[in-house]
């Protein structure tokens, strides 16, 4: 995996799939945590499309999406 400090998540449009906020309120975290995590969490990017937003705190949680044009794309959230 490889890490990119420096991705600039600003200059996307962020959507975040119903099946993320399902998995979210099941893990107790709501909407607005999952764009905070998304903005200001570490990055990952594996795959050709893939991206992981991480967030490390009491609970490692973890935002699972793809890039699709100017868009980023949440399809899960993880607890890890």
């Known amino acids: ?3 990119f400090p420096r991705f ?3 200059r996307y449009s962020i959507i975040v799939t119903r ?3 399902v998995r979210a309120f099941e893990r107790c975290v ?3 945590l999952v764009l905070r995590i998304v903005k200001h969490g570490s990055i990952e990017r594996f795959g050709k499309h ?3 937003f991480i967030r490390n705190g009491k609970r490692t949680l973890i935002c699972v999406g ?4 100017e ?4 399809l899960t959230v993880e607890e890890g």
């Not at 793809?66 to 044009?69: D, K, P, T, V, Y």
């Not at 868009?71 to 949440?74: M, R």
């Open 1 to 3: 995996m490889i890490s």
């Open 30 to 32: 709501d909407a607005e």
């Open 19 to 21: 099946h993320a906020m």
């Open 66 to 69: 793809e890039i699709h044009g």
């Open 50 to 52: 893939g991206i992981r």
């Open 8 to 10: 600039d998540v600003e």
């Open 71 to 74: 868009a980023i794309k949440i």
